[in-house]
């Protein structure tokens, strides 16, 4: 998926149902977006972790906020668990693009369980990291606890995934980082 916004190329890397952290339940399919993505950007913007929290086989994971980002630290992550995989995730990111703004977005206000508690652990990360955040449950205005913008704004009704209209009238403005 390619879109341009505003002149800036975005290439969307990831599918539905696919996890950061590996697990069985998949087949060990994860993002792995560094793989894939172009050599030159100006800026990285990253989104996961929905269907971390949806998958009984995905643990949470462990997080110490105040170890320093030593090689032995990252050497010790465990992909298996959200927050290991989303540690993974960003140091790859930071070694393949060195010194590049790097954007993580939080999705919108879902009525899913486990997903506060794995929203939560990803902005605890990305400070730790020093990844920059930009949480729609609080920025962008939609909720599918509400029935009418669930059905309205989200693939068939799903809560999760927004149409063209929710990205259009919820995403858009606070993500447009140009």
């Not at 172009?38 to 972790?49: H, K, M, S, T, Y």
């Not at 790097?102 to 990360?125: G, Q």
């Given at each position: 998926l390619l879109i341009k916004m505003k002149n800036i190329a975005i290439i969307g890397s990831g599918s539905w149902g696919v996890a950061l952290a590996i697990h069985l339940a998949k087949n060990g399919n994860k993002v792995k977006i560094w793989s894939f993505a172009q050599d030159e950007a100006d800026f990285?913007?990253?989104?996961?972790g929905v269907n971390d929290a949806w998958?009984?086989?995905?643990?949470?994971?462990?997080?110490?906020?105040?170890?320093?980002?030593?090689s032995s630290y990252i050497s010790n992550l465990v992909d298996t668990t959200y927050t290991g995989a989303l540690e993974t995730l960003f140091n790859n990111v930071q070694t393949k693009w060195p010194g590049k703004l790097i954007f993580f977005i939080i999705p919108h206000n879902m009525d899913l369980s486990n997903t506060k508690s794995y929203m939560d652990r990803a902005e605890e990360v990305c400070k730790k990291w020093g990844v920059i955040l930009i949480d729609l449950r609080k920025l962008s205005g939609m909720n599918t606890y509400n029935e009418y913008i669930k059905t309205t704004y989200t693939n068939a009704s799903d809560g999760v995934h927004p149409n063209r209209a929710g990205y259009e009238k919820f995403y858009i403005k606070p993500i447009d980082i140009s």
């Amino acid at each position: 998926l390619l879109i341009k916004m505003k002149n800036i190329a975005i290439i969307g890397s990831g599918s539905w149902g696919v996890a950061l952290a590996i697990h069985l339940a998949k087949n060990g399919n994860k993002v792995k977006i560094w793989s894939f993505a172009q050599d030159e950007a100006d800026f990285i913007v990253l989104e996961g972790g929905v269907n971390d929290a949806w998958s009984s086989e995905i643990a949470l994971g462990d997080f110490n906020a105040s170890a320093p980002l030593t090689s032995s630290y990252i050497s010790n992550l465990v992909d298996t668990t959200y927050t290991g995989a989303l540690e993974t995730l960003f140091n790859n990111v930071q070694t393949k693009w060195p010194g590049k703004l790097i954007f993580f977005i939080i999705p919108h206000n879902m009525d899913l369980s486990n997903t506060k508690s794995y929203m939560d652990r990803a902005e605890e990360v990305c400070k730790k990291w020093g990844v920059i955040l930009i949480d729609l449950r609080k920025l962008s205005g939609m909720n599918t606890y509400n029935e009418y913008i669930k059905t309205t704004y989200t693939n068939a009704s799903d809560g999760v995934h927004p149409n063209r209209a929710g990205y259009e009238k919820f995403y858009i403005k606070p993500i447009d980082i140009s």
